[in-house]
């Protein structure tokens, strides 16, 4: 059997070499998100013609559980939601069938996103240069950069924020086109027929053959300014005699600027990289750091580096350092409570030997499953409920040792008592696997967080179950089979005895022990009714995400001035090492935010590095105070990872959100600003803000139908002079090497940049007419929406908040009845809807209110099954309710909230406190088989019983009291579930010891009254 479970380590090493190891379990949900851009159309133009019919060729997809969009400036973007267990591969496909049948306006194609998750930003960086400018460093980045990164297996892709994206720009005189009578589709359709190439077959010459090739594509300004326009009397005009040509760059919609400890760029470059879907993070990033460092020592240029400032794998090894440290303490406090226990070394570390073959084990089939190793799959297992089973099975034999000093044990002998001490060993094992199924009833975000750890929990425990039934029984032989001196714990078996004598008084009139029960009972019911409730505890990232939100419609040169301000005011808190702004969105125009909002990544360091007792909590109050004194600042605080997430819960980043739906953008706007002002003044709201930017300064040209119709125009040819001579659409590409650059043609600024000048930009008729555009369009000054967002087909503003230093629900309960009191608008017209994170929390606690009972009735059923009676199943389940009291005193003293990481906590306790009954209740049984009558089996059988209990209680408690008290990264989920189990079973084993043999003898003493009678005459 040692040659066995040694080959099973030695496989279980390998499997952990192999397993997927994470921070956090990936909890978002199958997500999907289709992109279209048409630039330079308005929000209300995208709305309408593009975002509508694709929702409506997308409408009734099948698993589809929520669809939102957002219309913007130049793009629409709608996000699916589907239900759990969709494939992701297959919703893509499904979407792509839908897509092909959708027909759009102006060419317009839809794509979808990359396959990754809200959660899979796993490294970003900036590009340092020595000299080089930001166009240069840009093109680094998008020819040298990224490429080389997208070539690692496990990348969905690569995204550029900031810097300059190089064209080739030619700027049109208007005066110069009237002069040479051109017209502005004749320049731009002659530049497209002057760049290209031909193949020309094959040419024979003797023996070989020839390609044919004839080579017309432009190579640079020179090539670009030299096209000939059209010939006047035999004089060729050029392209350059009618503007100028440059190198220029796509109009910028956002800035990155970055400031540490020994840099600080207002301007710089960065990337984004995103991991696919369902891959290994840790093997992904491996390989991108090999490309990072072949980057920066054999292919950039010399003074150009890659700088990085969020990698992932600085979150998982710092979590994985929590983990460790508070598994390590708790093994290392087990075994001393073991020494402690059992007087003698070997014994200890034999029952310790339990711990790492339970998780090799584990990590065996969890390598067969899938199952990733994160910080709830691992850092959940108690090494003090692992090893209950072993100190039992080694306690029996302990026991026939110490009974028997002098005598050499018989194989024979302790063949049966390992029989006899299997049985409550086995069914007390399976009932704290039982106690954990309600967890694999969970849906979504708690299913993704919590099941990984039901199975690594329940693997690790048949693991010590194999190992305390097979490998313990012959070591503990091999140990104490010759007669042997055995340390005799003199306190413990002092303690022992006051224990007996104690629980013969309380035999003696046990129903005295019902009214402390009573009292433990009613205390219970009235502190879970007081304790707070949340959907889980913050899972700290170790960094800090935050959503500004600047005064709207400002230009980009202003909110780079702003962003120099936020970076140096962040950076005078000196728990602070970096501090990057993103501005606006992305060159390639995926993301839908103005110049008016800013995406911030605040590091810090480590919390071993800060002040002492101050806390990240204290941190983020003073850089809240800080940005309040800084005028046209609104921030919102979250972290990288779980923002995401919320924006794809919520359909915003915040925590909560009020939705306010109807059509009207003006009477959803008086409500939403309404709502905001009454949620301000409900304590615990933060970060408040409506996440929709009002309306916008919009310059509009009114097409006038008759009056075009009247010069022989078409409204297409208004549209193309505003995309191209305004809007500077690119009209064809240039190739150099490996590099790609637009050529965009617009007209010159001094032409184009007051609503006269625009008037006066000329149309060309079929005729060859000149007509001003104010002569068939109305050319005026309004605003517009700047983003319009609709879930589910309607339209909608987002009222967005956190919370801090108050719990969920009566946060909630209060907020919501002040608003319906408060606030008056029409309800057939407006609807206001609450999302976030108590759409979670109730979806979680409805599930644990149905599926926790069915999981106790399970258990009953296998109580039944262990001892064949009802009543003392019966008798074991009433220690659940008496093991609440524990649990929520801790929840309530600590200031802790119960939520879905102290409900897991819960189930733990109840199980271990029905382990406890059954090694007792189990040989209280076995002593009345013997022939003792009820009171003695009851007395001796807890006596006998004080040490295993008393043991196995002890270590369970001592192996998770380090992380009920840890407070680095990684250890927000594990506190509260400790902290359930380590309290919760220091008041659950006093009652087993003291409540539980009062009421097994209440439960029997009618059913065994004439052997009683007969015994005491």
Not at 87 to 113: F, K, T, V
Request: proline share 4%.
């Amino acid at each position: 059997m040692l040659a066995l479970f040694l080959l099973l380590g030695i496989f279980g090493y390998y499997s952990w070499t192999k397993l997927s190891v994470e921070a956090y379990p990936d909890i978002a949900d199958t997500t999907s998100q289709v992109v279209t851009q048409v630039p330079g159309l308005a929000a209300e133009e995208i709305e309408q013609q593009i975002t509508i019919p694709l929702e409506r060729s997308l409408n009734g997809l099948p698993g589809m559980h929520i669809m939102r969009s957002k219309s913007t400036f130049g793009l629409s973007i709608i996000t699916m939601v589907f239900d759990d267990g969709v494939d992701d591969y297959w919703a893509r496909q499904r979407i792509q069938e839908r897509l092909s049948e959708a027909e759009l306006p102006y060419n317009a194609q839809p794509g979808l996103d990359p396959l990754t998750s809200p959660v899979g930003e796993i490294y970003r960086y900036i590009i340092e240069g020595n000299g080089q400018s930001l166009r240069e460093l840009t093109d680094l980045q998008n020819f040298v950069i990224i490429p080389r990164i997208k070539q690692v297996t496990g990348i969905a892709d690569v995204t550029n924020f900031g810097g300059i994206t190089t064209q080739f720009q030619i700027e049109l005189n208007p005066q110069k086109l009237d002069q040479y009578g051109l017209s502005l589709s004749e320049v731009t359709e002659t530049i497209t027929k002057n760049n290209s190439n031909a193949g020309g077959s094959m040419l024979p010459r003797g023996d070989l053959a020839y390609v044919v090739r004839g080579i017309g594509l432009i190579k640079d300004l020179d090539d670009l300014g030299k096209i000939v326009i059209k010939t006047e009397k035999g004089v060729p005009v050029f392209l350059n005699d009618v503007g100028t040509l440059k190198y220029g760059n796509l109009e910028r919609k956002g800035i990155l600027g970055y400031t540490d400890r020994s840099r600080n760029y207002n301007e710089s470059t960065g990337g984004i990289v995103l991991l696919l879907k369902g891959q290994n993070p840790s093997v992904v990033l491996k390989d991108v750091h090999q490309a990072i460092e072949e980057l920066n020592t054999h292919t950039l240029p010399a003074g150009v580096k890659i700088h990085a400032y969020l990698d992932r794998t600085d979150l998982v090894n710092t979590t994985l350092t929590t983990v460790t440290h508070t598994l390590t303490e708790g093994i290392v406090l087990v075994i001393i409570i073991l020494i402690v226990f059992l007087g003698s070394w070997r014994g200890a570390l034999l029952v310790a030997i339990t711990i790492p073959l339970s998780l090799l084990i584990a990590f065996i089939l969890m390598y067969f499953t899938h199952i990733p190793a994160n910080l709830l799959s691992l850092g959940a297992i108690d090494f003090g409920i692992i090893v209950d089973g072993s100190i039992v099975m080694l306690e029996a034999i302990l026991k026939k040792r110490e009974d028997h000093p002098e005598q050499e044990l018989e194989e024979k002998t302790i063949i049966q008592r390992a029989t006899e001490i299997a049985k409550p060993i086995f069914f007390s094992t399976v009932i704290i696997i039982t106690a954990y199924l309600p967890l694999f009833a969970f849906e979504r975000v708690e299913k993704k967080l919590f099941t990984p750890m039901a199975f690594t929990i329940g693997y690790a425990l048949l693991g010590a179950l194999a190992a305390a039934l097979i490998l313990i029984p012959g070591l503990a032989y091999v140990i104490y089979k010759k007669p042997q001196k055995i340390f005799h714990n003199r306190w413990l078996e002092k303690i022992s005895s006051l224990y007996g004598k104690r629980i013969e008084r309380i035999i003696k009139a046990p129903k005295k022990i019902l009214i402390p029960a009573g009292v433990i009972l009613l205390s219970a019911g009235f502190l879970s009714f007081m304790v707070g409730k949340d959907f889980l505890p913050e899972l700290d990232e170790g960094s800090i995400w935050l959503q500004v939100q600047l005064p709207p419609g400002i230009s980009l040169d202003k909110a780079k001035e702003m962003s120099d301000s936020l970076r140096t005011q962040t950076m005078k808190h000196s728990e602070v090492t970096y501090v990057m702004v993103q501005a606006g969105r992305n060159d390639d125009g995926t993301d839908p935010w103005t110049a008016s909002h800013f995406e911030v990544s605040v590091g810090i360091k480590p919390y071993k590095e800060w002040a002492s007792g101050k806390t990240k909590a204290d941190l983020i109050k003073e850089l809240a105070d800080d940005y309040k004194n800084m005028p046209g600042f609104s921030v919102g605080f979250s972290q990288p990872m779980i923002d995401g997430v919320m924006d794809k819960i919520s359909g915003a980043h915040s925590e909560l959100v009020v939705k306010v739906y109807g059509d009207d953008f003006d009477g959803t706007r008086k409500i939403a600003e309404q709502i905001l002002s009454t949620l301000k003044k409900i304590p615990g709201s933060a970060d408040l803000a409506i996440d929709q930017e009002p309306p916008l300064p919009q310059l509009q040209i009114i097409a006038d139908r008759d009056k075009i119709a009247q010069y022989g125009l078409n409204v297409s040819d208004v549209a193309d002079l505003i995309e191209t001579a305004l809007g500077g659409k690119a009209i064809s590409q240039i190739f150099i090497g490996n590099k790609v650059y637009d050529i965009s043609c617009r007209y010159a600024e001094d032409s184009r940049n007051t609503p006269d000048k625009v008037g006066n930009l000329m149309l060309t008729s079929a005729s060859g007419a000149k007509i001003p555009l104010s002569q068939v369009a109305e050319i005026k000054l309004s605003t517009g929406e700047s983003t319009i967002t609709r879930e589910m087909n309607k339209r909608h503003l987002t009222v967005k908040l956190n919370l801090r230093d108050r719990d969920l629900s009566s946060f909630l309960k209060e907020a919501q009845d002040t608003i319906e009191k408060d606030i008056r608008y029409d309800h057939q017209k407006y609807q206001i809807k609450w999302g976030g994170q108590f759409e979670n929390k109730n979806r979680a606690y409805s599930r644990l209110a149905f599926i926790v009972p069915l999981a106790l009735a399970v258990m009953f059923l296998l109580l039944y099954g262990a001892f064949g009676s009802f009543r003392q199943a019966l008798v074991l389940m009433s220690i659940i309710p008496l093991a609440l009291f524990g649990g929520m005193l801790a929840l309530n003293v600590r200031g802790m909230t119960l939520n879905v990481s102290s409900a897991v906590g819960f189930i733990a306790l109840f199980g271990v406190a029905v382990q406890n009954g059954v090694i007792m209740v189990s040989h209280i049984n076995t002593l009345r088989k013997q022939g003792l009558n009820l009171k003695t089996s009851v007395i001796k059988g807890a006596e006998d019983r004080f040490r295993p209990v008393l043991m196995t209680a002890s270590v369970a408690v001592i192996g998770l009291f380090p992380a009920s008290l840890a407070t680095g990264i990684g250890s927000d989920v594990q506190r509260p579930l400790a902290t359930v189990i380590v309290y919760g079973l220091m008041f659950s084993t006093l009652l087993t010891l003291f409540i539980l043999p009062a009421i097994y003898y209440l439960a029997e003493y009618r059913f065994d009254q004439p052997k009683l009678t007969s015994d005491e005459s």
